[in-house]
């Protein structure tokens, strides 16, 4: 995180962000947390994962999961191909490839710009956001990575022998 000058000569922290794009909507985590970006490349299947969950990647001999934003946040199943990007995070030390359709750009985002999303009982992305920002005048959300994560692996019993 950073910290700048506004107009007003009081100082605004902003944090860099990497921007991305599942289905049409544009979402944003904080690059604190990126490990990696590579292409797509063929995985694994895991019999008895989530849907969300299509497989596993070798990542430079590391055995990485694949986690599908698209299937994660409920919306209908894309096609992967050439323009498919692993985005791959770390988080306490265990790395996780998000499966998205593009890769936009790493944006400086202030925190004054950011907008706490709206309540929404019920809508399971919603629970994901952390945060809103406008961005060109196209909503960016920006994603809790830990809880993204963190509700979205198996059980510690099988994440060992799977993951591990």
């Keep these: 995180m950073s910290e700048i000058v506004n107009e007003a000569g009081s100082q605004e ?3 860099k962000y990497l921007v991305f794009a599942v289905a049409g909507t544009y979402y944003a985590i904080s690059i604190s947390h990126i490990y990696d970006i590579i292409q797509y490349q063929r995985m694994t299947a895991v019999p008895g994962l989530p849907d969300y969950l ?5 990542l430079r001999g590391t055995i990485i999961p694949a986690m599908d ?3 994660r946040f ?3 199943p894309g096609e992967y191909n050439e323009k498919t990007i692993f985005v791959v995070i770390n988080l306490s030390g265990d790395d996780i490839g998000l499966i998205v359709d593009s890769v936009m750009e790493v944006a400086n985002f202030p925190d004054t710009e950011l907008i706490t999303p709206p309540h929404s009982p019920g809508e399971a992305g919603n629970q994901y ?3 809103i920002v406008k961005k060109n005048g ?3 959300l920006i994603l809790d990575c830990a809880k993204l994560v963190a509700s979205a692996l198996p059980d510690s019993a099988n994440e060992d022998a799977v993951f591990h």
């Excluded at 299509?54 to 070798?58: D, H, M, V």
């Design 13 to 15: 922290k902003e944090a």
């Design 54 to 58: 299509p497989g596993i990647f070798n």
């Design 69 to 71: 934003v698209r299937l």
């Design 74 to 76: 409920n919306q209908a």
């Design 129 to 131: 956001v952390r945060a």
């Design 138 to 140: 196209q909503s960016v």
